[in-house]
């Protein structure tokens, strides 16, 4: 489980297709510290850390394995060496939830629309999958990219949010643009309520 408060902004080191494809990320997290199977979210992304190193510039980095139906239903599938790439670790018993509960089990994709500046803040809008857009509501949460943000409007599959100076600097977000892709998360209990309401 993660909180949707990313702690470190890296990029993708190299990325190897094979059986399932290979991705390396440089971080700024010390990996001597980050034990192999150990969880961390990726723009979103939960992946398994499967080895770690460091660079010849002494950059640390660790490596994940990332199936093809991933690949197929996120992001990833666009990304490429020094793509820049939202990292959270996993939350452990005790941490403070500064954001909300996040799975890293991306639902979807959504597109960046309209960006506009609000003082030092932007409004971003963002259409969702007509499949999950029933499921965001007006002042809940959504994960974008792996970060935890407050739905402010929502109109059919169009939702807008406000994303502070802070975000902007220390996310991805500050770099879309409209067009941009982005991996979305519903909120996890919109997630539940909605199967309950309308069972397969």
């Not at 150990?38 to 980095?61: D, F, M, P, R, Y």
């Not at 309209?114 to 857009?133: N, Q, Y």
Request: proline share 4%; with cysteine; charged share 20%.
């Amino acid at each position: 489980m993660f909180t949707g408060i990313i702690t470190d902004l890296g990029r993708v080191r190299g990325i190897t297709p094979s059986g399932d494809t290979r991705f390396e990320f440089f971080t700024h997290f010390e990996t001597a510290a980050i034990d192999i199977g150990a969880s961390i979210c990726c723009s979103g992304v939960c992946l398994t850390v499967i080895e770690t190193g460091q660079g010849e510039s002494h950059e640390n980095w660790f490596a994940a394995d990332v199936s093809a139906e991933t690949l197929s239903l996120t992001t990833m599938r666009e990304w490429a060496e020094g793509s820049l790439v939202n990292f959270e670790r996993a939350l452990k018993m005790g941490d403070e939830l500064g954001g909300h509960i996040v799975s890293g089990h991306v639902d979807g994709v959504a597109t960046l629309g309209e960006v506009t500046p609000e003082g030092e803040s932007r409004r971003m809008t963002f259409e969702a999958p007509d499949s999950l857009s029933r499921m965001i509501a007006p002042k809940g949460s959504v994960t974008l990219d792996g970060v935890s943000l407050t739905a402010n409007q929502v109109e059919g599959q169009t939702f807008g949010v406000n994303v502070i100076p802070h975000t902007l600097q220390a996310t991805t977000l500050g770099s879309l643009q409209p067009g941009a892709l982005v991996n979305l998360e519903i909120d996890m209990l919109a997630r539940y309520v909605a199967r309950l309401i309308k069972p397969d």
